[in-house]
């Protein structure tokens, strides 16, 4: 370097505030195209254009459009979510209103505009909202109607985008299965210690699909229901033994397709004894799952939906009340 020469600083340039379009439609997990028409629709581009170069958002504009994609998640059509996404972040610096909710607060979400929320929050991989919308669906209408009006509806529709689209939406699946199991966790805790004699649940080996039966223990649980969970692909030899070592009262084997339905494994847990002779006893059998359609085994319960399959093991413990365990 010439120590003659005088040093060269690089001039601070003014950084144009707020982010791209791109940017922002990565964040929001939308494409830059949706937001060029949200703005033409809508009105909500951002606020300040500066001729002749690359559009900036704002942090006021993001919000907006933040609010617009919330309320989206709750059902209402995209015009009426913009509208009162501006309406509801001009209202935050007015004087707070004492007599009642903000303006343009919605009706609490039916489980059809739960099914919406949730389908439009997956798509654009918004975790957050989708956790915030299943635990919303548990609060609202309970652990056993929120699996079955919300969280299995969507389950299908977004198998359904992914069957027609290739595997387009694989990610999409993969977060929302990973999220209902982490909803249907949380809303239980789990059950203390009992007397009684516990359930056995387990899927079939070689089956992995569990959501629903970890669904049919949540909702156990929250009744107060001792149980022995096992999970996904529980091997033959595995759920023979956790039948003799715990004496359950019922045992639930879950199989999702026909060909892990296993006959042979439902029968030999139908004719499991334990106890000393006089006093042996052995398990009622529950198959649950399409798995299991036009196949018999002798006094197996065959329920078809989560409250026929509670109704059902209620049925069988009768020192439980069948509603939900007070909190």
Request: aromatic share 4%.
């Given at each position: 370097?010439?120590?003659?020469?005088?040093?060269?600083?690089?001039?601070?340039?003014?950084?144009?505030?707020?982010?791209t379009?791109?940017?922002?439609?990565?964040?929001?997990g939308?494409?830059?195209?949706?937001?060029?028409?949200?703005?033409?629709?809508?009105?909500?581009?951002?606020?300040?254009?500066?001729?002749?170069?690359?559009?900036?958002?704002?942090?006021?504009?993001?919000?907006?459009?933040?609010?617009?994609?919330?309320?989206?998640?709750?059902?209402?059509?995209?015009?009426?979510?913009?509208?009162?996404?501006?309406?509801r972040?001009?209202?935050?610096?007015?004087?707070?209103?004492?007599?009642?909710?903000?303006?343009?607060?919605?009706?609490?979400?039916?489980p059809?505009?739960?099914?919406?929320?949730?389908?439009?929050?997956?798509?654009?991989?918004?975790?957050?909202?989708?956790?915030?919308?299943?635990?919303?669906a548990?609060?609202?209408?309970?652990?056993?109607?929120?699996?079955?009006?919300?969280?299995?509806?969507?389950?299908?529709?977004?198998?359904?985008?992914?069957?027609?689209?290739g595997?387009?939406?694989?990610?999409?699946?993969?977060?929302?299965?990973?999220?209902?199991?982490?909803?249907?966790?949380?809303?239980?805790?789990?059950?203390?210690?009992?007397?009684?004699?516990?359930?056995?649940?387990?899927?079939?080996?070689a089956?992995?699909?569990?959501?629903?039966?970890?669904?049919?223990?949540a909702?156990?649980?929250?009744?107060?229901?001792?149980?022995?969970?096992?999970?996904?692909?529980?091997?033959?030899?595995?759920?023979?033994?956790?039948?003799?070592?715990?004496?359950?009262?019922?045992?639930v084997?879950?199989?999702?397709?026909?060909?892990?339905?296993?006959?042979?494994?439902?029968?030999?847990?139908?004719?499991?004894?334990?106890?000393?002779?006089?006093?042996?006893?052995?398990?009622?059998?529950?198959?649950?799952?399409?798995?299991?359609?036009?196949?018999?085994?002798?006094?197996?319960?065959?329920?078809?939906?989560?409250?026929?399959?509670?109704?059902?093991?209620?049925?069988?413990?009768?020192?439980?009340?069948?509603?939900?365990?007070?909190?």
């Amino acid at each position: 370097m010439d120590e003659g020469a005088p040093a060269r600083r690089a001039r601070p340039s003014p950084e144009a505030p707020g982010v791209t379009t791109g940017t922002l439609a990565r964040r929001l997990g939308v494409s830059p195209t949706t937001l060029r028409s949200w703005d033409r629709r809508y009105g909500l581009g951002p606020v300040r254009r500066p001729t002749g170069r690359h559009r900036r958002w704002t942090a006021e504009d993001v919000a907006v459009v933040e609010e617009m994609c919330r309320l989206t998640t709750t059902g209402l059509a995209p015009a009426e979510a913009a509208r009162l996404a501006r309406e509801r972040l001009a209202a935050e610096s007015a004087p707070a209103r004492p007599d009642g909710p903000p303006a343009g607060t919605p009706a609490p979400a039916s489980p059809q505009r739960l099914c919406r929320g949730i389908s439009r929050a997956a798509t654009r991989l918004d975790a957050p909202t989708v956790h915030g919308l299943l635990t919303e669906a548990v609060r609202t209408y309970g652990l056993a109607r929120a699996w079955q009006e919300v969280m299995v509806p969507v389950l299908h529709a977004v198998g359904r985008k992914w069957e027609e689209a290739g595997d387009r939406y694989v990610e999409v699946e993969h977060l929302l299965s990973w999220h209902v199991s982490r909803a249907l966790h949380q809303a239980v805790p789990v059950a203390p210690a009992s007397a009684l004699p516990p359930l056995v649940l387990a899927c079939v080996p070689a089956e992995q699909h569990v959501l629903p039966l970890e669904a049919l223990s949540a909702a156990l649980a929250e009744r107060g229901v001792p149980q022995r969970m096992f999970g996904a692909a529980v091997p033959v030899e595995a759920v023979s033994a956790a039948v003799r070592r715990t004496g359950p009262r019922v045992v639930v084997l879950w199989a999702q397709a026909r060909s892990t339905a296993s006959l042979p494994l439902a029968r030999h847990l139908a004719e499991t004894h334990w106890g000393v002779r006089g006093a042996r006893g052995r398990p009622a059998v529950m198959l649950c799952g399409p798995g299991w359609a036009g196949r018999r085994v002798p006094g197996a319960l065959r329920p078809t939906t989560l409250p026929e399959a509670l109704s059902q093991i209620g049925g069988l413990y009768p020192e439980i009340s069948r509603g939900p365990a007070p909190a």
